[in-house]
């Protein structure tokens, strides 16, 4: 029988230039560039002024798709915003600064399939006591990483807030606020896995349960995405909500996060052209290597359940700790559809959707020994992702030199480093924030 990871492949090489595609800027693309893109940098260095990226590329619609699963309606409305009902004690860095506790509804009020526990989203928005209602601020939105939360990221939020930012940070699907004591977060990803294989069988049934005609159809649409793809989601009405406040400079939103949080920083830039800067650190990763070259075991090992159940379900019980390449192929594919593919057409692995970015300035940080991003997959990343910021530099402003795109993306690689998140990178955040999204520097 034909491997379900023989049967997603298109190419089993592993040809850089292979991953990335960016469709043909036509002039109606060029008419919907930012209006405000040069005025946004002109008193930062590099004034080459940016792009919005390619928005209807295919593999940029595959990751709106997959992340939005029918409700596009939503975004650009505003999401019903409310006190937090419970706020918890701040942590002591705060104390002298503004700090709002709120909550955001992220769903659908109208779609009873939404489930209670994370329709609202636990939301700190800090900034200094002293911050001008006339003075729109630059953003810098914060995201923890697996089992953290959002009290991870106050001193953070603390920092960047008394250099002149407003700083927003979040509790992801089931964490923090937002932990369903029913439904834990790994049981959460196994419940999307389990959905969706049903999903499947109910279709290859004929579009109906059992195949006895009893009018249920499938809708994948209905089923959650725990693992990065509705945090997306989250972070996309939150940029909704941000938006509107008269406080914000909506053209000066920046992210970043660690681990969980930088996977999800880097999806959320490629999906959504309202993020201007972004800073994943620890979380760019090629999926499709990993699995290729069978290092996939760390990742597993960071949401294990769900590769133990889908070895059960596809090996039975006595496979249940098999965890292959086959079973980590179909776990992504159920979870993250279309992840993998290495087509332009359908996928969102890193090596086709960093580049989606372009030429908004991104920077990629990550340890020399990360065994869940291992570093020879990112390099591959990296030189597809310079391919796309080359041509969106020389389409926007007639500019391709390295050393352009060089200062729009940028690999930091921490000698001797493993999955951490130090000093720094922290660092290194810091000023690459400070660069592209304060204008007026000390």
């Not at 989250?234 to 681990?259: H, K, M, N, W």
Request: glycine share 6%.
């Amino acid at each position: 029988m034909l491997s379900l990871w023989k049967s997603l492949r298109v190419s089993s090489s592993l040809k850089a230039d292979r991953y990335f595609h960016l469709g043909d800027l036509n002039q109606t693309s060029r008419d919907k560039l930012l209006p405000t893109t040069s005025t946004r940098l002109r008193s930062m260095p590099l004034e080459t002024p940016l792009v919005t990226p390619s928005s209807q590329a295919p593999s940029a619609i595959a990751l709106q798709e997959a992340v939005r699963r029918g409700r596009d309606h939503l975004l650009g409305s505003l999401p019903p915003v409310r006190s937090a009902p419970t706020p918890a004690p701040l942590p002591s860095c705060l104390s002298a600064l503004h700090v709002e506790e709120l909550e955001y509804f992220a769903e659908d009020p109208e779609n009873p399939a939404s489930l209670p526990s994370q329709c609202w989203v636990p939301l700190r928005l800090v900034k200094k006591q002293q911050s001008s209602l006339s003075n729109r601020l630059p953003v810098v939105i914060f995201i923890h990483c697996t089992g953290s939360d959002k009290n991870s990221q106050a001193l953070r939020q603390a920092q960047y807030a008394e250099r002149g930012y407003l700083t927003a940070a979040i509790d992801t699907r089931y964490h923090g606020a937002r932990v369903d004591p029913n439904l834990p977060y790994q049981q959460a990803i196994v419940q999307s896995w389990l959905k969706a294989t049903a999903t499947m069988s109910v279709a290859a049934n004929g579009g109906s349960v059992g195949g006895n005609g009893d009018n249920k159809k499938p809708n994948k649409n209905s089923i959650e995405r725990p693992f990065l793809l509705d945090v997306i989601w989250d972070l996309q009405r939150l940029l909704d909500y941000l938006a509107s406040r008269d406080d914000v400079d909506p053209q000066r939103f920046g992210a970043t996060g660690e681990s969980l949080g930088g996977m999800v920083t880097w999806l959320l830039a490629a999906a959504d052209d309202r993020v201007a800067a972004v800073a994943p650190m620890c979380g760019v990763q090629n999926f499709r290597y990993a699995v290729e070259n069978d290092c996939f075991h760390a990742r597993v090992r960071s949401i294990p359940h769900v590769f133990t159940q889908a070895a059960k379900d596809l090996r039975g019980a006595e496979g249940a700790g098999q965890v292959d390449r086959d079973v980590v192929a179909a776990v992504w594919e159920k979870i993250m559809p279309s992840l993998l593919s290495d087509s332009p057409e359908n996928g969102y692995d890193a090596p086709i959707s960093l580049g989606l970015i372009a030429p908004r300035p991104c920077l990629v940080l990550t340890g020399e020994i990360d065994e869940k991003a291992p570093l020879k997959g990112v390099e591959i990343v990296m030189e597809n992702a310079r391919k796309a910021y080359k041509k969106a530099l020389m389409e926007s402003a007639g500019v391709g030199s390295e050393e352009e795109t060089e200062a729009r993306l940028r690999l930091f690689v921490e000698a001797g480093v493993g999955h951490e998140f130090t000093p720094t990178m922290h660092r290194e955040v810091e000023e690459f924030m400070d660069k592209w999204l304060l204008l007026n520097k000390e």
